[in-house]
């Protein structure tokens, strides 16, 4: 079966720290590949999406940036974190065919203090 | 682009209470419509979706949910909730291949 991980779980950092945020998924292959973000109050916000290796679209203008090194890992950066940058990561996959079905992991919860 | 509209950010009920929770979308066309829930310290899991065909989906744990096409809606009902369905729950619309999710409401069921 299929199982996604993220880490850190939890994370504080400073104002213009930098940020690297890991996802990777185990039992598929070609995975379509997501980072969402929650801030505080609001719906999930589609940062970036993946569809294979080095191939990265990104939805919103940011100071962050994705990487997929490998077919099963999404890596979610930053080189200055900003305040507002706190929220909740989550990253998400969905096979490359077939179901439209997103499968979420388990979150980090950033603090930008 | 889609906007979700959840319209209740925190709900409390009672055990046994009937639910329903709000879902609207802004436009039409072939949408894809999903309701996700997180329990507390758990992953976001998918509760239910609609795709096509019956617009009274059924999903887990006694969740349906019913998309009305001329309203945009895609609200999520249960009729007698447990102190166990304390999560919080996500509408999504799947459109033009991207996701779009509602804000998220929180439900608190007091036993």
């Known amino acids: 079966s299929q199982t996604i991980h993220q880490w850190p779980a939890t994370l504080v950092q400073p104002v213009g720290s930098p940020l690297s945020l890991e996802c990777t998924v185990e039992g598929t292959s070609n995975p379509n590949l997501y980072w969402y973000r929650q801030a505080a109050g609001r719906g999930l916000q589609l940062l970036f999406y993946?569809?294979?290796?080095?191939?990265i679209s990104s939805e919103v203008p940011q100071n962050l940036s994705a990487s997929r090194p490998q077919d099963r890992q999404f890596i979610l950066s930053s080189k200055k974190l900003l305040l507002s940058d706190s929220g909740f990561y989550l990253c998400?996959?969905?096979?490359?065919?077939?179901?439209?079905?997103?499968?979420f992991g388990p979150g980090t919860r950033l603090t930008v203090l | 682009a889609q906007s979700v509209s959840q319209h209740n950010h925190h709900v409390i009920l009672s055990e046994a209470a009937s639910l329903e929770l709000g879902c609207n979308y802004s436009?039409?066309?072939?949408?894809?419509l999903f309701w996700y829930v997180q329990y507390p310290g758990q992953h976001l899991q998918l509760l239910l979706k609609?795709?096509?065909?019956?617009?009274l989906v059924k999903g887990i744990k006694g969740f349906e949910a019913e998309f009305i096409k001329s309203k945009f809606s895609f609200n999520l009902r249960k009729p007698s909730v447990q102190w166990s369905d304390t999560a919080e729950y996500f509408c999504?619309?799947?459109?033009?291949?991207?996701?779009?999710f509602g804000r998220g409401t929180q439900l608190t069921v007091w036993p």
């Open positions: 993946s569809v294979g290796i080095g191939q």
């Open positions: 609609y795709f096509s065909g019956d617009p």
């Open positions: 436009y039409g066309g072939t949408v894809n």
């Open positions: 999504a619309v799947k459109d033009l291949g991207r996701l779009y």
């Open positions: 998400a996959w969905r096979p490359g065919q077939g179901t439209d079905t997103q499968y």
